[in-house]
């Protein structure tokens, strides 16, 4: 039988043990919750969040993805200038990351996941300036949640629901056989129709194909073919008469001669033209002398004064022009004149007898 000794240190053992036991599991816990350990230096840091989002105490603090702390205190703040963002977090993390940390390093409630955790996501990719000390608050960010996803999409998905309940009338519709579209899905009529369509294209093809008709000719009859090789060998030939100064067509494009024609006629021409410009000649004086244009004036406005007094009757000539007498005496003689000739024709013996007298 033990004695009452071995009992005592048979109770202390186990009670050593357990308490070892118990030290170990505390400090599993606490690493495997926090993200630092417990003799590691802390700073203290606040934010404010107008909504905590499924936040608790002992979330992670992470600096661009990296657990750097833990959140320590959660609380509704009831200062009126906070009134927008009334949730105060109290954050711990390691000192060991303060040369990340800066007073404007913003903070974000994020989500591991859809379904995962909330925890405090610090962003300093933007942030410069002076280092965050204890006890600072930094600002934060609004970060879309599920809930505000889901809530913006109702609107969209009731309009998508709408839209499904619409097409399914439309289908529906469609299934009946009415409508265009129906009609066309449903209809033998349009089949029918073009499978008819369908078979007249296949005989005109076959008589095409069998030489039949206009199409069919110039498919299969080598006449067509023959006539265009001909006309395609007159015209090359054609061409190289062309092309070796045959012909009027070739002279005109093969000889020198017609440019230098050319080439002088249109030297001629502007020669001509500079004498003109320069005055010399009867066309440069026309064109130049101002009293050779003097005296085409005077002789053009003494034309306009002639035939001015001859539309207004003066003179002989006006008088021949205007005066009726002249034209009605001129009448009465061709008219006296034509009974003479008609009378000596008559009777010649009364007008051409000669009558002699002699002494």
């Keep these: 039988m033990p004695s009452q000794k071995q009992l005592k240190w048979s109770q202390l053992k186990v009670g050593t043990t357990m308490v070892v036991a118990l030290i170990t599991l505390g400090v599993l816990i606490f690493l495997m919750s926090g993200s630092s350990s417990p003799f590691s230096k802390k700073m203290e840091l606040k934010t404010y ?7 608790r105490i002992g979330a992670p603090v992470r600096l661009n993805g990296v657990d750097i702390g833990n959140v320590s205190n959660i609380r509704v703040v009831s200062a009126p200038s906070m009134h927008l963002t009334p949730v105060e977090v ?12 800066f007073k404007n390093s913003h903070t974000l409630l994020s989500t591991a996941g859809v379904l995962g955790e909330t925890f405090i996501d610090i962003d300093s990719a933007e942030a410069s300036g002076t280092e965050a000390a204890n006890g600072d608050t930094l600002p934060s960010s609004d ?4 809930q505000d996803v889901v809530r913006a999409s109702q609107g969209t998905l009731q309009n998508m629901d709408s839209l499904l309940k619409r097409l399914d009338r439309i289908i529906a519709y469609i299934e009946t056989g009415k409508g265009s579209v129906g009609k066309l899905i449903y209809d033998p009529t349009l089949y029918n129709r073009l499978s008819d369509t369908v078979n007249e294209f296949q005989g005109l093809v076959n008589e095409v194909g069998n030489g ?7 498919v299969s009859d080598d006449t067509m073919y023959n006539k265009i090789n001909a006309t395609i060998d007159k015209v090359n030939g054609t061409i190289d008469d062309l092309n070796a100064g045959k012909g009027t067509m070739g002279k005109l494009l093969k000889d020198p001669s017609l440019y230098d024609n050319a080439n002088k006629t249109v030297a ?21 002398d101002p009293e050779f244009a003097a005296r085409m004036q005077n002789i053009a406005d003494k034309l306009s004064a002639i035939a001015n007094r001859l539309d207004a009757g003066e003179g002989t000539a006006g008088k021949l022009l205007r005066d009726p007498s002249l034209y009605n005496n001129a009448d009465s003689t061709l008219a006296e004149s034509r009974e003479l000739i008609k009378a000596i024709r008559q009777n010649p013996k009364k007008y051409l007898t000669i009558h002699l007298k002699i002494f």
């Design 212 to 218: 039949k008709g206009t199409l069919g000719k110039l």
């Design 90 to 101: 109290t954050m711990k993390v390691n000192m060991k990351y303060h040369y990340a940390l």
């Design 268 to 288: 001629n021409i502007r020669q001509l033209t500079d004498d003109i410009n320069s005055g010399k000649g009867a066309l440069g004086k026309f064109a130049k």
């Design 49 to 55: 969040v107008d909504n905590a989002s499924g936040l």
């Design 143 to 146: 970060v879309p949640q599920i």
